[in-house]
């Protein structure tokens, strides 16, 4: 799989490239410093993912991002983030990125950057249990029913806002993992929503 890191601070962005490149799977095509390095190299290199520091001086990664997700609606962009970045956490996601991590969980950075490339939303380690806090609720409650959803694909919402992946979803609620992925499917298309990350800001948005 073939990645690209961007991160203002160079020594960030070329830790980041010794740490993927250790693994014999991954590909770094190139490294930049700003949003429009993210940019002029995306557009050079297509790369399968994006590795990309949120706040950046000059053009901000969502900045980058957001110019990136329209030229290019197929990207994958994992945002690298810290604990104080809630507003920055939740307009990443609603421009389309596929997760965001903390910068400094080294360790995790590798299986983010395969689970994404894999089609899969990454969450960093403590943020999904404070997305409801991050996202300013309305107050209002969402008539769900008028959409043609069922009270099932209520629960599958329900517990995709609450973090579970399909294979967990599918053993609490005794269902094949195949059928949960067509519940979400069908659910996204009614609500007209483009993915689960998206469909759990919209949950929290509208309980």
């Known amino acids: 799989m073939k990645i690209l890191v961007v991160d203002d601070d160079n020594l960030v962005a070329m830790s980041l490239k010794t740490i993927l490149s250790s693994d014999s799977e991954i590909e770094v095509v190139g490294t930049g410093n700003s949003g429009e390095?993210?940019?002029?190299?995306?557009?050079?290199?297509?790369?399968?993912?994006?590795?990309?520091?949120?706040?950046?001086?000059?053009?901000?990664?969502?900045?980058?991002?957001?110019?990136?997700?329209?030229?290019?609606?197929?990207?994958?962009?994992?945002?690298?983030?810290?604990?104080?970045?809630?507003?920055?956490?939740?307009?990443?996601?609603?421009?389309?990125?596929?997760?965001?991590?903390?910068?400094?969980?080294?360790?995790?950075?590798?299986?983010?950057?395969?689970?994404?490339?894999?089609g899969q939303c990454v969450f960093g380690n403590g943020i999904t249990q404070r997305l409801p806090e991050m996202i300013k609720k309305n107050g209002g409650s969402f008539d769900?029913?008028?959409?043609?959803?069922?009270?099932?694909?209520?629960?599958?919402i329900e517990e995709v806002a609450n973090g579970l992946s399909n294979k967990e979803i599918a053993d609490k609620l005794f269902l094949s993992e195949g059928t949960v992925r067509?519940?979400?499917?069908?659910?996204?298309?009614?609500?007209?929503?483009?993915?689960?990350?998206?469909?759990?800001?919209?949950?929290?948005?509208?309980k």
């Open 37 to 118: 390095d993210a940019i002029k190299l995306y557009e050079e290199y297509k790369p399968d993912l994006l590795l990309m520091d949120i706040r950046m001086k000059g053009m901000s990664g969502l900045e980058a991002g957001t110019e990136i997700i329209s030229k290019n609606p197929d990207a994958k962009i994992l945002y690298l983030t810290t604990f104080n970045d809630d507003e920055y956490i939740v307009s990443a996601i609603n421009l389309g990125a596929k997760g965001y991590i903390i910068k400094q969980d080294f360790d995790g950075i590798i299986p983010a950057v395969k689970l994404v490339c894999q």
């Open 144 to 156: 769900y029913a008028s959409y043609g959803i069922t009270p099932q694909e209520k629960e599958i």
């Open 182 to 206: 067509n519940y979400l499917s069908n659910i996204l298309r009614k609500l007209d929503i483009r993915d689960r990350t998206n469909l759990a800001i919209f949950y929290y948005q509208n």
